[in-house]
């Protein structure tokens, strides 16, 4: 799924996710779903495959959801990359993807990655808590879990959720029927609705320096930090 900001100021960072998605190993085909067509046409004019969604879409399992119904052939995992994640690594979307297809109860997978203290309060950086057998608890934009002191813990091992995650291709068809839950509305995290429904989620822990574009001001950082590493 493809987030705009500025269509031309991020061409550069929509081309360059969908290549290090297509440096995965795991997946078949890669693919673009959007609803709109001045997305499309970007990603068109780099050679990529593109479906129309709906406008509908509430979150991106919905449209996922809607562009396998759309594609011919048919696929047990889908996995969502945000279209805004121009350092994710390959390893990554392949490591998800194993976890998914190791883990016969869980019909979800996504990573996690060590939280930064300066991140720890902001909203925009969702925060995930895990049981000791690898399986999401909880997803947040509070900082989770939070102590009596009200302030960060230098020492416990925050966990921030990166915006890539996967999908048991049969379970994906059905989550747009689910009822939203309150959890999920209140948060506006759709992997609460999974978890509200008593489905298992696998999550698996990276090392992952940085994070996508989840705000405009975000495009500042990401853009200084492939330049400072001669990232294209």
């Given at each position: 799924?493809?987030?705009?900001?500025?269509?031309?100021?991020?061409?550069?960072?929509?081309?360059?996710?969908?290549?290090?998605?297509?440096?995965?190993?795991?997946?078949?085909?890669?693919?673009?779903?959007?609803?709109?067509?001045?997305?499309?046409?970007?990603?068109?004019g780099?050679?990529a495959?593109v479906?129309?969604t709906?406008?509908?879409?509430?979150?991106?399992?919905?449209?996922c959801?809607?562009?396998?119904?759309?594609?011919e052939?048919?696929?047990?995992?889908?996995?969502?990359?945000?279209?805004?994640?121009?350092?994710?690594?390959?390893?990554?979307?392949?490591?998800?993807?194993?976890?998914?297809?190791?883990t016969?109860?869980?019909?979800?997978?996504?990573?996690?990655?060590?939280?930064?203290?300066?991140?720890?309060?902001?909203?925009?950086?969702?925060?995930?808590?895990?049981?000791?057998?690898?399986?999401?608890?909880?997803?947040?934009r509070?900082?989770?879990?939070?102590?009596k002191?009200?302030?960060?813990?230098?020492?416990?091992?925050?966990?921030?959720?990166?915006?890539?995650?996967?999908?048991?291709s049969?379970?994906?068809?059905?989550?747009?029927?689910?009822?939203p839950?309150?959890?999920?509305?209140?948060?506006?995290?759709?992997?609460?609705?999974?978890l509200?429904?008593?489905?298992?989620?696998?999550?698996?822990?990276?090392?992952h320096?940085?994070?996508g574009v989840?705000?405009?001001?975000?495009?500042?950082?990401?853009?200084?930090?492939?330049?400072e590493?001669?990232?294209?």
């Amino acid at each position: 799924m493809f987030i705009p900001y500025n269509i031309d100021s991020n061409y550069s960072r929509k081309r360059r996710t969908w290549e290090r998605a297509k440096l995965a190993t795991t997946l078949d085909r890669v693919v673009v779903a959007t609803d709109d067509e001045r997305i499309a046409e970007c990603c068109r004019g780099f050679g990529a495959d593109v479906i129309m969604t709906a406008e509908s879409c509430r979150n991106g399992a919905e449209r996922c959801s809607e562009a396998l119904q759309k594609l011919e052939k048919k696929y047990d995992i889908v996995v969502n990359i945000q279209g805004d994640e121009p350092l994710i690594e390959p390893e990554i979307i392949d490591g998800i993807v194993k976890a998914l297809q190791t883990t016969p109860d869980a019909v979800f997978s996504t990573c996690v990655t060590s939280l930064k203290p300066e991140d720890a309060f902001d909203p925009n950086r969702v925060k995930c808590v895990v049981d000791n057998r690898g399986y999401a608890i909880y997803f947040s934009r509070g900082l989770i879990p939070f102590n009596k002191s009200g302030k960060v813990n230098p020492k416990f091992p925050y966990n921030l959720h990166l915006g890539i995650q996967s999908y048991d291709s049969e379970f994906l068809k059905i989550y747009p029927d689910l009822t939203p839950t309150p959890l999920q509305l209140e948060e506006d995290l759709e992997q609460l609705k999974v978890l509200e429904n008593g489905y298992k989620m696998k999550v698996i822990k990276v090392d992952h320096d940085a994070h996508g574009v989840d705000t405009p001001e975000d495009v500042a950082k990401i853009e200084n930090f492939m330049r400072e590493r001669n990232l294209s």
